[in-house]
């Protein structure tokens, strides 16, 4: 007997796949989008949809486990994370004050992660609003080349970035997701 969850997938067409590709809303059929910009942006879209779907279905407990001890993280804490990050890019264009802490001090946004359901609504208000504001932030800079803020950092340099991190972080959630309840997928 283990105390560790049974792998499963709600797949049945693929069963390494998170979703049957018509249950899937990063499924993508047909061509790409036109140009770099856009492409960027529906790589960033897709890796915050599949953030949202390695979280879908749990309680305020699971969220909030930290399931692969000594570590700090859950899927809970990387939702608040997500959200700091995406705050504290607005401060990487911005030529005024830094914008403060969502989550105060050094790694509050994992540390505050509790197992709470007004945790959990707050951690998706903050992460859809810094989302919704750091997007709306880089809409009038459409040119990738483009340098903004004190240090100068290139608007592409900037969505790469927010790329890398969630795609870090969306690897993160599959091995957190299967630790809570045992399902896997891409």
């Known amino acids: 007997m283990t105390d ?33 910009l856009p492409t960027l942006e529906g790589v960033l879209r897709d890796y915050r949809l599949t953030l949202r779907m390695k979280c879908e279905g749990l ?5 909030a486990r930290r399931s692969v001890p000594p570590s700090t993280m859950s899927l809970l ?3 608040r994370h997500l959200a700091e990050a ?8 911005s030529h005024g004050d830094p914008l403060p802490k969502l989550y105060g001090k050094r790694d509050g946004d994992f540390d505050g992660a509790l197992a709470d359901q007004a945790v959990v609504d707050a951690a998706y208000a ?21 340098r903004l803020g004190k240090e100068g950092i290139a ?3 900037l969505l790469v970035h927010r790329i890398e ?9 599959d091995l957190l997701r299967e630790c809570v309840d045992g399902r896997v997928g891409q």
């Open 4 to 36: 560790e969850p049974a792998r499963w997938t709600k797949a049945t067409v693929y069963p390494d796949m998170w979703a049957d590709p018509g249950d899937d809303p990063r499924n993508n059929e047909g061509p790409g989008p036109d140009g770099e």
């Open 59 to 63: 309680d305020a407990e699971q969220l």
């Open 77 to 79: 804490g990387l939702v």
């Open 86 to 93: 995406e705050r504290d890019w607005r401060n990487w264009i």
């Open 126 to 146: 903050d992460l859809e609003r810094e989302q919704a504001a750091t997007d709306a932030a880089l809409a009038g800079h459409p040119d990738l080349g483009e």
């Open 155 to 157: 608007v592409r340099e």
């Open 165 to 173: 991190e969630y795609a870090r972080h969306c690897g993160h959630a």
